[in-house]
Structures are given as structure tokens and as C-alpha cells.
């Protein structure tokens, strides 16, 4: 059974910085989409996301600020964000597009959600 935990969240000052982490465990065998989102009260938004193939994405809102990157032997991604800004605070979630051995294909999990916030 795949399970993803996060890590890293907190209380943060305005210009500070902050590292998200998500393992993921059980029988992984591939993992082909990394992405972090986030929830503030409004809609979901996607923050950031690696795919198998195609260039790393950022929402427009943390581009040059925020940086994820995977660690395939520990199966982790990591968000690393700094410069944060108050409009950073939100829960975040990372999704993972994981194959499980004795599975049929890839399947979508989500991590339990962090609290980030930044304030003074």
C-alpha cells in the first residue's frame, strides 16, 4: 500500500525559507508525475511539477522563487521555497503518479497536506 508523508511545513517570516518534503513508500516501482498544490481557501493550485520527459513546471505566482526537484532512490520530492511572501500561506499537498508492484497501472495519491504560513 503506497502512502506519501509530508514534511517541513511551518511558520515562516516574509523573505524567508522554507523545504517541503514528501516520501512516498510500499512496492513503487515507477513514479512519473511529482507536483506540489496548494490551498488557500480558494481554489487548488498547481505550484509546481516534474513529469517523466517533458520541462519542470511552475505557476507564474512562484517562478524563480520556489524549486522541485525529486530524489528517485529515496522516491522524495522536495519543494524548496524562498523569497516567501505572505499570499504563500496555504496548505500544501503533493500528488504523486505512482506504479505499484502487483498493480494494474499508475495511480494518483495525494499526501495529507502542510501548513506554510508566513507572517510577521
Known amino acids: 500500500q503506497v502512502q506519501l508523508t509530508e514534511s517541513g511545513g511551518g511558520l515562516v517570516q516574509p523573505g524567508g525559507s522554507l523545504r517541503l518534503s514528501c516520501a512516498a513508500s510500499?512496492?513503487?516501482?515507477?513514479?512519473?508525475?511529482l507536483a506540489w498544490y496548494r490551498h488557500s481557501g480558494k481554489e487548488r493550485e498547481l505550484v509546481a511539477a516534474i513529469?517523466?520527459?517533458?520541462?519542470?513546471t511552475y505557476a507564474d505566482s512562484v517562478k524563480g522563487r520556489f524549486t522541485i526537484s525529486r530524489d528517485s532512490a529515496r522516491n522524495t520530492v522536495y519543494l524548496d521555497m524562498n523569497l516567501l511572501k505572505p499570499e504563500d500561506t496555504a496548505v500544501y499537498y503533493c500528488?504523486?503518479?505512482?506504479?505499484?508492484?502487483?498493480?494494474?497501472?499508475?495511480?494518483?495519491?495525494w499526501g495529507q497536506g502542510i501548513q506554510v504560513t508566513v507572517s510577521s
Open positions: 500528488n504523486l503518479y505512482i506504479y505499484e508492484s502487483g498493480t494494474t497501472g499508475h495511480q494518483y495519491y
Open positions: 510500499g512496492n513503487i516501482v515507477n513514479i512519473n508525475w
Open positions: 513529469t517523466e520527459g517533458h520541462p519542470t
